[in-house]
C-alpha cells in the first residue's frame, strides 16, 4: 500500500494565481515526519519543509505556506501568486521514526508535476 | 563548497554489461542512500548505509550492490541481474541524530542518469 498518496499527476496554472498541491499519508507511527522537496528541471531534489507529528500549527514561509491536518492525514502545500519559477515537480515524503536506525529513510510520493504558465 | 557530487550525470550502458554510479560527500554526513527515479514515480529506496562498512537493503534492492568503504563515498553497482535498469539514480545523505544537529532532510546529488541501450 501507497504510505503517500499526491493524487495529482500535474497541475498547469497560470502566472499570480494560487495553487495547492495535495499530499495523504497513511502511517501506525505515533511519532513521524512529514517533508516536502521540489524537483526542479535540474534533478537535484530541494528541501523545502519537515513537519513532525506533534506539531499541527500551519507554517508560512514567504509564498509558501503548508497545511497539516493529522484528523485527515493531510500534509497540504500552497504556492500563493504563483510563478513561472516555480515550475517543478514537487513531492511529498514521509519518515516513520526519528530512531537513528531509521532516520532518513524515506517514503516518497509519486510526485506532482506544476507547470506554471506566464 | 559542502555538497553530493554524483557522476557520470548521463550514462548509456549495453544489455548485461556492470555499471557503477559515483556519490561522494563532503559535508561529514554519518548515512547515505541511493534512490531510483522512475518516470510519474515517486523516489524508490534501493539502499542506504547508516556507517562504514555497513550497508542494507532498500525496497527494491535486486539487481544492484554497494559499498561504503570510506565515509564520504557510497558507490552503487547496477549489475546485469538488474531486469529494467533504465532511471534516474539519486544518491543522498544525511546527519545521524544527536551527531550533528539534524532536521531529518535529506540532501540529495543532482542525479544520475541511466540508459540501458
Known amino acids: 500500500a501507497q504510505k503517500v498518496t499526491q493524487a495529482q499527476t500535474e497541475i498547469s496554472v497560470v502566472e499570480k494565481e494560487d495553487v495547492t498541491l495535495d499530499c495523504v499519508y497513511e502511517t501506525r507511527d505515533t511519532t513521524y515526519y512529514l517533508f516536502w522537496y521540489k524537483q526542479p528541471p535540474s534533478g537535484e531534489l530541494v528541501f523545502l519543509i519537515r513537519r513532525n507529528s506533534f506539531d499541527e500549527q500551519n507554517e508560512i514561509s514567504g509564498r509558501y505556506s503548508w497545511n497539516f491536518q493529522k484528523s485527515t492525514s493531510s500534509f497540504n502545500f500552497t504556492i500563493t501568486a504563483s510563478q513561472v519559477v516555480d515550475s517543478a515537480v514537487y513531492f511529498c515524503a514521509l519518515s516513520e521514526s526519528d530512531r537513528g536506525s531509521t532516520l532518513g529513510r524515506l517514503y516518497f510520493g509519486r510526485g506532482t508535476q506544476l507547470t506554471v504558465w506566464p | ?117
Open chain 2, 1 to 117: 563548497d559542502g555538497g553530493i557530487t554524483q557522476s557520470p550525470k548521463y550514462l548509456f550502458r549495453k544489455e548485461g554489461q556492470n555499471v557503477t554510479l559515483s556519490c561522494e560527500q563532503n559535508l561529514n554526513h554519518d548515512a547515505m542512500y541511493w534512490y531510483r527515479q522512475d518516470p510519474g514515480q515517486g523516489l524508490r529506496l534501493i539502499y542506504y548505509s547508516q556507517i562504514v562498512n555497513d550497508f542494507q537493503k532498500g525496497d527494491i534492492a535486486e539487481g544492484y550492490s554497494v559499498s561504503r568503504e570510506k565515509k564520504e563515498s557510497f558507490p552503487l553497482t547496477v549489475t546485469s541481474a538488474q531486469k529494467n535498469p533504465t532511471a534516474f539514480y539519486l544518491c543522498a545523505s544525511t546527519p545521524i541524530p544527536g551527531r550533528m544537529k539534524n532536521t531529518g532532510e535529506l540532501f540529495f546529488g543532482e542525479g544520475s542518469r541511466l540508459t540501458v541501450l
